[in-house]
């Protein structure tokens, strides 16, 4: 079995009803990178910006566009601006644990998300998204970023307890195909993912918060994060 390529990660901004009140949200992340386009979602529910990363990874800034559109989406119940989810690109091979696909699209780009089963929530172990249409009319070719950045290098997963910790990642085992817990990008690197306890009073409040699942996001550059302790 390949090992599984990291294709997104999912930050959730407040409710944005057009591109103007979307970008107003995104502007704190301008500091340190990017923004690339994106638009509305073939539903009208969502929208999204994107920052598109040398790795062939890209972080994709969503937006509602209304509060009665958050019901009876998996991400209606997350608190912005959080890391909320992220995907593997193509379709699982570990089914047991995920649902039947669905079609997604914005513009003229197809795809099939592929989400976990109710069960385990969101954000705990990668959603799938298989494109229809060739990857890069969904993905915006790589820009440089204020602060120099190309790759994500690690996501940091929360969990509550050392039992959980140790379900976690066995079923990442069985999901990667290997006892080192690493997916691939786009352009052939890779992504640690870090399932640990709760290890300070911040991230103990963190889980207070949003309860257990991705946390942190750290790059190639040292000390640049994205962590749902800090927005």
């Known amino acids: 079995m390949a090992i599984p390529k990291l294709d997104h990660i999912v930050i959730l901004l407040p409710v944005s009803a057009d591109p103007e009140a979307l970008l107003h949200e995104a502007e704190p992340f301008k500091k340190d990178f990017t923004l690339s386009p994106g638009g509305f979602h073939t539903d009208k529910k969502t929208q999204n910006v994107l920052i598109s990363l040398a790795d062939g ?7 509602f566009t209304s509060s009665s559109a958050t019901k009876d989406h998996p991400w209606g119940q997350g608190k912005p601006t959080r890391i909320i989810d992220f995907a593997c690109l193509g379709h699982p091979h570990h089914k047991e ?3 039947e696909g669905r079609p997604g699209g914005r513009g003229e780009c197809k795809w099939v998300v592929t989400p976990p089963k109710p069960e385990w929530g969101v954000g705990r172990i990668p959603f799938w998204c298989e494109d229809i249409t060739p990857r890069d009319l969904r993905v915006p070719k790589p820009t440089e970023h204020p602060c120099g950045v190309n790759a994500v290098k690690k996501i940091i997963i929360l969990v509550e307890s050392e039992r959980q910790q140790k379900r976690l990642t ?4 069985e999901i990667v195909g ?6 691939g990008t786009p352009s052939g690197g890779d992504v640690t993912i870090d399932i640990r306890v709760a290890e ?10 949003d309860s257990w699942g991705i946390y942190k996001v750290e790059f190639d550059i040292p000390g640049l994060v994205l962590s749902n302790s800090i927005f």
């Open 170 to 173: 066995e079923l990442y085992q």
């Open 200 to 209: 300070n009073k911040e991230e103990r409040e963190t889980l207070v918060r």
């Open 57 to 63: 990874v890209y972080i994709e800034l969503i937006a």
């Open 97 to 99: 644990v995920y649902s």
């Open 178 to 183: 290997a006892e080192e817990i690493k997916v």
